[in-house]
């Protein structure tokens, strides 16, 4: 079956502007979660949604939102773009517990670029 | 607050060696997943283990789950070129009532023939 699937792959944008980048998760999976890398932070918890509603959110500023739409897929929006937002932007999606565990399954990310 | 640390950070080693990962922290997590992420492109899983104590093998990869689940451990015999890469350890914690994975900050390893 086929995998998560970010777009767009690469993305230059300037400072003071906004980006929505979009995440269709593996089919029947309804937890979607995004996450931020950077070399010097690893990978960082952006926030989480299942069935349309925000479970868990992460330490980063009010800039940073996203939603989920019925059949699952996601969106990411960042706003008023600050350098130091570039960063390798990774969505991952699971079956959210459903055997006792959660397994995350990342697309492959996309590298935006604040200049 | 970074719940998982990994270590070393960095690792280069010469094809055939061994060598061992650790991933520690002193919170206890529901399970633990390892994932190797290659440059430019979004973390794999490996393996998911959950029993504390419990021991996979995936090949010439070994994955160790603490008795008390608060670390774990990779261990790779007889490294190959392909086995490069950065490997990343999470935790599954439960946070506002769901689950959530904390990541380490990873070990890039390099496998040079």
């Known amino acids: 079956k086929a995998g998560v699937t970010q777009t767009p792959r690469y993305l230059i944008k300037t400072r003071g502007q906004q980006v929505t980048l979009s995440c269709s998760p593996i089919?029947?999976?309804?937890?979607v979660s995004w996450y931020q890398q950077t070399p010097g932070q690893g990978l960082q918890f952006l926030f989480e949604?299942?069935?349309?509603?925000?479970?868990n959110k992460g330490n980063f500023p009010g800039r940073f939102s996203g939603r989920q739409f019925s059949n699952s897929r996601s969106e990411m929006n960042v706003s008023t773009l600050e350098l130091g937002d570039s960063a390798l932007y990774l969505c991952?999606?699971?079956?959210?517990?459903?055997?006792?565990?959660?397994?995350?399954?990342f697309g492959q990310g996309t590298r935006l670029t604040v200049v | 607050t970074q719940l998982l640390e990994q270590s070393p950070q960095f690792l280069s080693i010469q094809e055939g060696e061994n060598l061992t990962v650790y991933c520690n922290s002193s919170s206890v997590f529901s399970s633990l997943q390892w994932y190797r992420q290659e440059p430019g492109e979004g973390p794999v899983l490996l393996v998911t283990?959950?029993?504390?104590?419990e021991v996979k093998k995936l090949k010439r990869l070994t994955f160790q789950f603490g008795d008390a689940r608060k670390d774990s451990s990779l261990h790779i015999t007889a490294a190959q070129p392909g086995d490069t890469g950065l490997y990343l350890c999470?935790?599954?914690?439960?946070?506002?009532?769901?689950?959530?994975?904390?990541f380490g900050k990873g070990t890039k390893l390099t496998v040079n023939p």
């Open positions: 089919s029947g999976h309804r937890s």
């Open positions: 991952a999606s699971s079956l959210s517990g459903l055997f006792g565990y959660t397994e995350a399954f």
């Open positions: 999470a935790g599954e914690v439960t946070q506002g009532g769901s689950e959530k994975l904390v």
């Open positions: 283990v959950v029993t504390g104590g």
């Open positions: 949604y299942f069935s349309e509603t925000q479970r």
